[in-house]
């Protein structure tokens, strides 16, 4: 028989990530996985198990390609001709955090866990963050 667990069941930790030099997908897709909980072996698919993941240094990540010039990030702010478009430069520049927010989030499942997935994840473009207090364990992640 197959073991469901219950949220007062779940243990979460707490990892760090450092992004000085890993590239931006292969990163997301760690994280995203860390998020879900797919690294524990009691996964559940319709149970949110993910742990917390702080990433430091976000401002130090890799794009490889041409992707700086040819990479754009589109919203409509809901006005007529309200159609914002902002290239993978300039959004490096002003908000690295919110660029590998954005790749996490798209690499995570569309359903209704999707927006507690996306609270565990804590992006500083510092070395240094509030949570050490949580004691978080250094995660390596493959360049």
């Known amino acids: 028989m197959t ?6 069941d779940i243990e979460r930790e707490w990892y760090v990530v450092d992004a000085t030099g890993k ?5 997301a897709s760690e994280i995203a996985k860390i998020l879900m909980g797919k690294h524990k072996p009691q996964y559940t698919p319709h149970a949110d198990m993910g742990d917390f993941v702080v990433v430091i240094n976000a401002h130090r990540i890799k794009i490889t390609g041409k992707k700086l010039q040819q990479k754009t990030y ?4 809901g006005y007529p001709s309200g159609l914002k478009e902002r290239p993978l430069w300039w959004m490096l520049q002003h908000h690295p955090e919110k660029v590998l ?16 997935r996306l609270k565990r ?23």
């Open 101 to 116: 927010y954005l790749a996490v989030k798209g690499m995570l499942p569309k359903n209704k866990l999707r927006k507690r």
């Open 121 to 143: 994840l804590k992006i500083y473009t510092s070395d240094t963050h509030p949570h050490a207090a949580q004691r978080p364990k250094e995660l390596q992640v493959e360049a």
């Open 74 to 77: 589109r919203w409509h702010s």
């Open 3 to 8: 073991p469901f667990f219950r949220k007062e």
């Open 23 to 27: 590239t931006l997908g292969r990163l």
